[in-house]
């Protein structure tokens, strides 16, 4: 088996972060750094990964979880990441070898200064993604990921199914305390009832679907203790009409 192969199949990631983790020095064989990803691995070798890649903020592991879950693959795509904040969907995007990544936050982005000096990275501070377009960006990109809070998803998707054409998709982190309204919040900000978070997601569901994001996929978010449960949810675009 390739060694890419083999560490994606352990340890859960893409082939395409296994790639860059061997690429980066990451990955030893058998005693000695590994150096190449189609470096093959048999029954009895001993693989360690040095270190695992680490992310600008918990959002990375978020993304990360969602690329894993869908078997997605960002390699070589043009992607635009809005609610870029600390930078944990872009920093995922590119150890998961995404082309160029146009990070795109209605505030400041706080992203580290690696990934703002990274010359895949357009930082689009102070951007109002209701009204983002193509224009924005100079062309389409191949793939859209919301990570949004304070305003519904239902007011992004329009200007996210935008950005892509036909074929391309769409990851949204559903934040169901941003979808109900202020009584089905604890006075933690929690949504404690079921019902609630499953009408959050087929708020966001619908809103999907009337600009032609078309469910591919869903998962649970990872969460941490005493917050809320998010979800991740990847959309596909279609024609509404031939």
């Known amino acids: 088996m390739r060694l890419d192969a083999y560490l994606s199949s352990v340890h859960g990631i893409t082939r395409a ?41 918990f959002g990375g592991e978020k993304l990360a979880k969602a690329l894993r879950d869908f078997n997605f693959s960002v390699e070589n795509m043009v992607c635009a990441d809005i609610g870029a904040s600390n930078g944990g969907f872009t920093s995922c995007l590119l150890m998961n070898g995404a082309a160029k990544v146009y990070a795109v936050d ?39 990921c919301i990570d949004v809070s304070f305003i519904s998803l239902e007011l992004i998707l329009p200007a996210a199914a935008g950005l892509i054409g036909e074929g391309g998709h769409v990851i949204a982190l559903i934040k169901p305390q941003f979808e109900v309204g202020k009584k089905a919040l604890s006075k933690r900000g929690i949504v404690v009832n079921a019902r609630e978070r499953e009408r959050a997601v087929d708020k966001i569901r619908g809103a ?23 979800y991740l949810i990847l959309f596909t675009k279609k024609l509404l009409y031939k």
Request: glycine share 6%; with cysteine.
């Open 17 to 57: 972060k296994a790639k860059q983790m061997i690429e980066r020095g990451m990955v030893s064989l058998n005693g000695k750094t590994a150096e190449k990803p189609a470096a093959s691995v048999d029954d009895g070798d001993d693989v360690v990964i040095e270190k695992f890649p680490e992310y600008a903020s």
């Open 106 to 144: 209605v505030g400041e982005c706080a992203l580290p200064e690696k990934l703002k000096t990274d010359p895949r990275v357009k930082v689009m501070d102070k951007t109002n993604a209701r009204f983002l377009t193509t224009d924005n960006l100079g062309g389409q990109c191949d793939f859209v």
């Open 208 to 230: 999907a679907a009337a600009c032609g994001l078309l469910e591919e996929n869903f998962t649970v978010a990872p969460v941490r203790e005493n917050k809320n449960i998010e």
